[in-house]
């Protein structure tokens, strides 16, 4: 790769050309339940931005840049007052929009509030979620995306930081591959049960699979033949511009999205979204056969209000991310580490806080994360040259189109035929009209 793709695809602050690119979508910020009506601000780094986050009397959510517009004293010391945020250098009042609404110390004879404004963010919410658009203030945000597990009341949403650029915390999630060594390298076939959803993976770690460009982003569609002759397909998708949908759930019942959100070049927060029929992550819920578990759960440091202090995991770079030499000889994990999650966290942080891509060889296997990096880099140059931009950004529908999972299909049927099929049967979630703000 040359090293101006690298550089383009990977840098997200202002004026950058992904970054640019990002703030054309509405943007994942943090969970609802992360701001309590005149509660405490909170910080918020987003695309290399410091902000600051506070919900209202009325329980809006304001998203603004942390230094106050009149001297840049941090609004975060604020004081979350009756509807706005207090600066507590000279007083001045802002509500959700960043409109000055009150300037005590400049006699009011000046009037000079009406002059200022706090630079505010569009901010929504749904199911859970708090959406930021950090486009141009004078055009009016497009309309929220249909992600479709975003749709789904009382949906599950986590969090998760990786201390990496957002770019390859993302690949990890479209490297098919990776699953039968990182994961299960250390399984054989008959140390599960015959109908482990594992099982095809440890039989054959060389899988095969098309990859498709589509108009939310990218898709790929893993496939085996099974026993009895069935095709066994294991979908997922990239979607514009940071999120993907795994294969692990069954494709018909449930919907998962999970955006990468960059918070800077070298920070990335996750946000994992389920919904419908919970049959629990395979990964949790299912042992081997001699009824060991195959994987422990992970822990969170303590949330703090450093500018990176939400959703990290203990186990990070400072201890080796847990790393148990023991583990990975005696063939408990094949790397050491109890947790899937955290052997993901492990393997692409471990890669440096932004991947030197000419060191890389991408193989054939790779093709799916060579298409999706093609594809982002012709989108945010597209838009950077004409203002073009992919149909998901003012068409929120675009992204219905996405479903991940794995399903059963006739064997020789093309991939676009088997996965029209299955969204055709599968059940499905619509947007309701609730955002606020
Ligand atoms: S710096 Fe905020 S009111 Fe003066
Ligand atoms: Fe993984």
């Not at 986050?53 to 004081?79: E, K, N, T």
């Not at 995306?145 to 999630?173: K, S, T, Y």
């Not at 140390?191 to 054959?204: A, Q, S, Y």
């Not at 794995?406 to 996965?419: K, N, R, V």
Request: proline residues 7%; contains cysteine.
């Amino acid at each position: 790769m040359k090293a101006q793709d690298s550089t383009d695809l990977t840098r997200v602050g202002p004026g950058t050309v992904m970054g640019e690119f990002m703030r054309q979508y509405w943007i994942p910020a943090a969970l609802s339940s992360e701001l309590q009506a005149d509660g405490d601000p909170m910080r918020l780094m987003l695309l290399g931005e410091k902000l600051v986050a506070f919900r209202d009397s009325q329980g809006c959510v304001g998203i603004f840049d942390h230094r106050c517009p009149h001297r840049c004293a941090s609004l975060y010391l604020g004081r979350n007052e009756e509807s706005g945020i207090r600066c507590v250098y000279h007083g001045w009042k802002f509500d959700v929009r960043g409109n000055c609404v009150d300037m005590p110390n400049v006699p009011a004879r000046q009037e000079f509030k009406d002059k200022v404004h706090a630079k505010a963010y569009r901010t929504t919410e749904r199911n859970g979620l708090v959406w930021v658009y950090m486009g141009r203030q004078q055009e009016s945000p497009p309309p929220l995306p249909n992600i479709e597990a975003n749709l789904i009341p009382g949906n599950e949403i986590w969090c998760l930081q990786r201390e990496c650029n957002w770019l390859q915390a993302l690949e990890g999630d479209i490297d098919t591959s990776h699953v039968g060594f990182l994961h299960v390298g250390m399984l054989k076939p008959e140390d599960l049960d015959d109908d482990h959803p594992m099982r095809p993976t440890v039989i054959n770690r060389a899988p095969e699979y098309e990859v498709r460009n589509t108009d939310w982003g990218t898709m790929y569609g893993g496939f085996r033949t099974n026993d009895d002759g069935q095709m066994s397909w294991r979908v997922a998708h990239f979607m514009f511009p940071f999120w993907t949908q795994t294969p692990n759930a069954r494709f018909s019942s449930r919907a998962i999205a999970r955006a990468w959100v960059p918070m800077d070049d070298h920070h990335s927060m996750l946000f994992d979204i389920s919904g419908g029929v919970d049959e629990g992550n395979p990964a949790y819920v299912s042992k081997r056969r001699n009824g060991q578990p195959l994987y422990e759960k992970f822990e969170y440091e303590p949330n703090t209000n450093d500018w990176h202090g939400r959703w990290r995991c203990r186990d990070r770079a400072h201890n080796d991310w847990g790393l148990d030499r023991q583990s990975q000889r005696d063939g408990t994990q094949y790397t050491g580490i109890g947790n899937i999650t955290i052997q993901d966290q492990a393997v692409t942080e471990s890669m440096g806080p932004i991947t030197d891509h000419d060191w890389e060889h991408l193989a054939p296997t790779d093709q799916m994360i060579a298409r999706t990096r093609r594809r982002l880099l012709l989108a945010a140059r597209a838009y950077r040259d004409s203002g073009e931009l992919p149909p998901g950004a003012s068409d929120p529908d675009t992204f219905m189109g996405a479903r991940a999972g794995s399903f059963l299909f006739a064997p020789d049927a093309p991939l676009e035929q088997a996965y029209q099929a299955q969204l055709e049967k599968a059940v499905r979630w619509t947007a309701q009209p609730e955002e606020r703000a």
